[in-house]
T-cell receptor, first 110, second 114 residues
Framework: SQQGEEDPQALSIQEGENATMNCSYKTSINNLQWYRQNSGRGLVHLILIRSNEREKHSGRLRVTLDTSKKSSSLLITASRAADTASYFCATGGGYQKVTFGTGTKLQVIP | ETGVTQSPTHLIKTRGQQVTLRCSSQSGHNTVSWYQQALGQGPQFIFQYYREEENGRGNFPPRFSGLQFPNYSSELNVNALELDDSALYLC?????????????FGPGTRLTVL
């Protein structure tokens, strides 16, 4: 079963704009992660935020976590055509199973 | 450092056949997890292997089975293939020592069942 829902399911923006995608999850977590998947291939780990953190940055990525609302958001600033991919939030990891959300399909138009 | 590799890249089988997919874990990673990703969905956990034994299983029938070898590589076997088994199969490796909460994914094997 999926951990939760991602919103929106699909997003289309112009290059240079910011992209925001949201994730809701169901159970208590130790951390939440975001992955990128290009063209139905392997998953690339982007960023991890722990349950005691509220915000984290990595390059053009900004992740927030609200454990009281069981939600997280991923912001990609100054998007590029190469950011076109599907983005998944996920919980678990390490030696525990990873449970993924349903994903947001992002298209960045040059 | 060698990343996670999977073979084959693509595979076409017919209903009722059996298939074996292979995964080599990242150097130093002793835990391998397998996931099934249907088209348009997020990956779903099949099972995990550690010390050559199954260590956790998702909601998949027994015809999905696996192996882990002493070098930590792994196989996923699916018997009596069904049309709904068509999916991208991903393996991921991680160390058992708790040093990271990240699993490292391979490029996947695309299985088509006709």
């Amino acid at each position: 079963s999926q951990q939760g829902e991602e919103d929106p399911q699909a997003l289309s923006i112009q290059e240079g704009e910011n992209a925001t995608m949201n994730c809701s999850y169901k159970t208590s977590i130790n951390n939440l992660q975001w992955y990128r998947q290009n063209s139905g291939r392997g998953l690339v780990h982007l960023i991890l935020i722990r349950s005691n953190e509220r915000e984290k940055h990595s390059g053009r990525l900004r992740v927030t976590l609200d454990t009281s609302k069981k939600s997280s958001s991923l912001l990609i600033t100054a998007s590029r055509a190469a950011d076109t991919a599907s983005y998944f939030c996920a919980t678990g990891g390490g030696y525990q199973k990873v449970t993924f959300g349903t994903g947001t399909k992002l298209q960045v138009i040059p | 450092e060698t990343g996670v590799t999977q073979s084959p890249t693509h595979l076409i089988k017919t209903r009722g056949q059996q298939v074996t997919l292979r995964c080599s874990s990242q150097s130093g990673h002793n835990t391998v997890s397998w996931y099934q990703q249907a088209l348009g969905q997020g990956p779903q956990f099949i099972f995990q292997y550690y010390r050559e034994e199954e260590n956790g299983r998702g909601n998949f029938p027994p015809r999905f089975s696996g192996l882990q070898f002493p070098n930590y590589s792994s196989e996923l076997n699916v018997n009596a293939l069904e049309l709904d088994d068509s999916a991208l199969y991903l393996c991921a490796s991680s160390p058992r020592d708790g040093s990271t909460d990240t699993q490292y994914f391979g490029p996947g094997t695309r299985l088509t069942v006709l």
